[in-house]
């Protein structure tokens, strides 16, 4: 940012450096052993009297010195020529920090050069003991080269101390320093046993090669188990956060681990091989094999260490996006390119030209355009605008090893729209789109008689809404399994529950007697998942058309799990079926009651706003295959996990049976987060938008949507989501924090915080489905609301107590059936069919207010009473008789 950006788009400054590096290294590697392979060699010919080998000595030192000096001083030039115009900024700041060490280092290198040099040219001339000095002390300068340069090289990934201090020694001297020290020693071991074979195979002498090729493999199969040992220290010499990061989180990590490994055994191997008697052709091309294989061993290890250091080029110091990690809070708040220096572009009126540039100074660094490493086009192609909004927010929160977006959320938003039109070549859409449904539904009011009716039928769905994907190809998150429940109460100056000798049937409305099929997720589930989490998810048990049973507690009916669909077979999209509820006597079928209730239904699952794809049903609905296979492959490629391609085998999995669900029974696996916790705490890190509008990314709320479920009382009068559950962060901490004692759930939470209470500590624990937001937070003793209402962070203690469990004061009529179901409580209105979700309300009493109000008692007594038994604020005027229906 301080510094000229050099753009390689397709070939990438990476690349250009791993291209001169990896070379250079490996070189170096053996300028290090090499000399102590010379050292030692030429003291054991002396030693042995051998002249034959003294001779391979002196050829050998001369290849060493060619190799070398002349390749590796050049290669070295190299290095600092390309790593100071790529990052620039990081090499001022390993020259600064450390001029002195690399002051000392160019004498240790001068010192080599003068003792190689003085060794070669004059190994005639010498005696043995001038020999083996001098070669003690090229040697000795290029290990004293090499512990001056790994400090700084240590520095990059482990600085230690030194960004406390600043003080040289606790940079130099950083908690990777000797573990580093000692493996590369040991690997530049192995390496001069390589390139003495290059030396050996060309001996005429056969009894003489064969020695010589026998004393290298010594060096290198001597070197590899000190590398192993001092390998596994280095690893553990790591602090636990890098450990964390880039061996479990980054998956380029592991590619090069591997390449690095299996090049170790193969090299093991080959020296084991080359030690046998095998014949000249046979050593020269395992030779070749070797040093190309040592090569790809040297890239799998410094490909290791460089990722290792993601997100930063200099450990917790400066990004790699050569930011540092002290301004990226100024520059979230001033912009990047105002205070960049090399940039012409200064605002954000040319769209096009800023996000270049901030893709130049955020993306550049370790990514191509259509190139050939690490190319950000196939990794963003699937994401429309809202999906790169949505990494570019979250980037660097659960991916460790990605750097944060740095600027503005205006100057975000440039840079997404750059990557959506400039690399992927697709419109912004910067919202959910809006739905114009065709036409507002009928909904029929049933007939009811106050004078003569004896009987009251209450039903409602116990959840306000029920969310399907129908994607079973592929998946399953949400099966269609709707509950109803109901109660029947006999009319009369002491209104009776009637439970006894009644028969409760229901009926879905015509178009709605068959459910879209599911057979190919069905016919695997039934074999897989078991009988009763399958009586669960809708597998068996209740149809569209059927009857109530009596549930455990006595006091109420319910038809569970009934797999009715939004999908009508003529007509258009419509979440708001309905169902024709009868009680019967059961030892005359005479009808006692009737009434109609909805059972609401959506598949609006906006998986596709961030994942890609079209709604797959009439433009209004549904996840498509597009969508599903976009989410199952992002599933894999961060979980490790085969789900698309056991879902291509016809063999698509239900979520649950890994998440733990407590809404469908299922028990998950002990290591896995539940369901709810798992999706609401990854993808908070990746919300960019607040408030409400954050749920309706997802669920199906969006006040323009196919469903428009948030149509409660509350969101009449302005309160939404946050009210209850709080921000999306906040209710996922609420969530993770009932789940803390996992090990992935201090991922998710780490970057979460909340603005309702202090701190992520203060939020309180919770379960799905059975710990929710408490009514009487707002309404105290089932009071009017408080002032500036907020229920978020007061959990229900147990089922008991939940909205849908609930009953009033007399401990039998339940809260749903007088007000109507969660998120639809009365009035509700329905942006579909005004009424639809208000029948009963207005069978009963021709209001849709909640049952009894404005002491309309007569629904259930016959005749109006002064003061109410249920609860207090029965006896108070309803306060939004104003809301326009």
């Known amino acids: 940012m301080n510094y000229p950006i050099w753009e390689l788009p397709t070939i990438g400054g990476g690349s250009l450096i791993a291209l001169i590096a990896i070379l250079h290294v490996y070189i170096s590697h053996l300028a290090v052993g090499g000399g102590a392979f010379i050292w030692l060699t030429d003291l054991k010919a002396t030693r042995d009297n051998n002249p034959a080998l003294l001779n391979y000595v002196k050829k050998h030192t001369w290849f060493f010195l060619l190799i070398t000096m002349v390749f590796g001083g050049v290669s070295g030039v190299g290095i600092w020529f390309i790593i100071a115009l790529v990052n620039p900024a990081a090499t001022s700041s390993l020259i600064h920090s450390f001029v002195f060490g690399w002051a000392i280092e160019w004498v240790f290198f001068v010192g080599e050069i003068a003792a190689l040099l003085l060794y070669h040219y004059n190994f005639d001339k010498l005696d043995a003991k001038g020999r083996h000095t001098l070669a003690f002390f090229y040697f000795l300068f290029a290990w004293l080269s090499l512990a001056v340069i790994n400090g700084i090289l240590a520095f990059m990934l482990t600085p230690g101390k030194w960004l406390e201090t600043g003080n040289f020694w606790h940079g130099f001297i950083n908690p990777t320093y000797f573990s580093q020290l000692f493996f590369r020693t040991a690997v530049m071991g192995m390496i001069a046993g390589l390139f003495g074979y290059v030396t050996a195979v060309f001996e005429k002498d056969k009894n003489f090669r064969s020695t010589l090729i026998r004393y290298c493999s010594r060096w290198l199969l001597l070197s590899i188990p000190f590398m192993v040992v001092f390998g596994i220290w280095y690893y553990f010499s790591l602090p636990a956060e890098v450990r964390s990061v880039s061996f479990a989180a980054n998956p380029q990590t592991m590619a090069a681990v591997n390449i690095m490994l299996a090049a170790t055994v193969v090299i093991f191997c080959a020296g084991v091989f080359m030690s046998l008697k095998v014949g000249r052709i046979v050593q020269v091309l395992l030779t070749i094999i070797l040093l190309v294989v040592g090569l790809g061993w040297m890239g799998g290890f410094e490909y290791t260490r460089e990722v290792a250091r993601k997100p930063y080029v200099l450990g917790q110091f400066m990004y790699s996006t050569s930011i540092f990690k002290k301004d990226v809070e100024s520059l979230n708040k001033s912009g990047v390119l105002p205070v960049a220096k090399w940039t012409s572009v200064r605002d954000l009126h040319d769209k096009i030209a800023a996000g270049r540039e901030l893709f130049n100074v955020q993306c550049l660094s370790c990514h191509t355009i259509e190139g050939i490493r690490n190319d950000i086009a196939p990794k963003m192609e699937m994401f429309p605008y809202m999906g790169v909004m949505a990494q570019l927010f979250g980037q660097g929160t659960v991916q460790g090893y990605m750097p944060p977006f740095v600027g503005t959320r205006a100057e975000m938003a440039t840079l997404a729209a750059f990557i959506t039109t400039e690399i992927n070549n697709t419109a912004i859409q910067e919202k959910p789109e809006p739905y114009n449904p065709p036409a507002l539904l009928q909904t029929d009011i049933p007939d009811f008689d106050s004078k003569t009716d004896a009987y009251v039928l209450f039903v409602w769905n116990d ?187 016809g063999q698509p999995q239900l979520c649950q049976s890994c998440h733990a669900d407590p809404a469908v029974g299922a028990a998950g696996k002990p290591a896995h987060l539940n369901l709810s916790a798992a999706i609401h705490g990854w993808h908070a890190n990746y919300m960019y938008v607040d408030g409400g509008d954050a749920c309706a990314m997802c669920h199906p709320a969006n006040r323009n949507g196919s469903t428009r479920c948030l149509r409660s009382l509350h969101a009449t009068i302005g309160l939404e989501c946050t009210h209850c559950h709080g921000s999306m962060q906040e209710h996922a901490l609420g969530l993770l924090r009932g789940q803390e004692e996992k090990k992935s759930a201090a991922r998710l939470m780490n970057n979460l915080k909340p603005t309702q209470v202090a701190s992520a500590a203060e939020v309180n624990p919770r379960t799905p489905w059975l710990n929710e937001p408490d009514c009487l937070t707002c309404h105290v003793d089932f009071g009017a609301p408080t002032p500036n209402p907020s229920a978020y962070n007061v959990w229900t203690a147990g089922p008991e107590e939940l909205y849908r469990m609930r009953t009033g004061v007399e401990g039998s009529i339940r809260c749903q059936a007088c007000h109507g179901a969660t998120h639809a409580i009365y009035p509700a209105i329905n942006g579909i069919s005004v009424h639809r979700d208000n029948i009963q309300p207005m069978q009963y009493s021709n209001m849709p207010y909640p049952i009894g109000a404005n002491f309309s008692c007569e629904v259930c007594h016959k005749q109006k009473k002064q003061d109410s038994i249920h609860h207090l604020n029965m006896e108070r005027p309803v306060r939004n008789e104003k809301i326009k229906m």
């Open 463 to 649: 959840l306000g809404m029920h969310c399907i994907s129908d994607c079973d190809r592929w998946f399953v998150i949400l099966p269609p399994a709707n509950t109803l429940e109901a109660q029947l109460i006999k009319r009369g100056a002491l209104p009776e529950m009637i439970t006894d000798g009644i028969e409760m049937s229901y009926v879905v409305e015509t178009g709605f007697e068959n459910p879209a099929a599911h057979s190919e997720f069905w016919t695997y589930a039934q074999q897989n998942f078991g009988v009763e989490l399958g009586k669960n998810i809708g597998l068996a048990g209740k149809k569209v058309t059927g009857s109530f049973d009596l549930d455990e507690n006595g006091i109420s009916f319910h038809a569970k799990m009934i797999p009715v669909m939004p999908y009508p077979d003529d007509g258009p999209y419509n979440p708001y079926p309905l169902f024709t509820v009868e009680a019967k006597d059961a030892k005359t079928g005479v009808v006692l009651a009737s009434t109609r209730v909805v059972a609401p239904t959506s598949t609006e699952m906006g998986c596709r706003n961030c994942h890609g794809g079209e709604w797959a049903w009439q433009g209004a609905a549904g996840v498509s295959d597009v969508t599903a296979v976009n989410i199952l492959k992002a599933h894999d490629r961060l979980s490790n996990t085969n789900l698309y391609d056991k879902a291509l085998k």
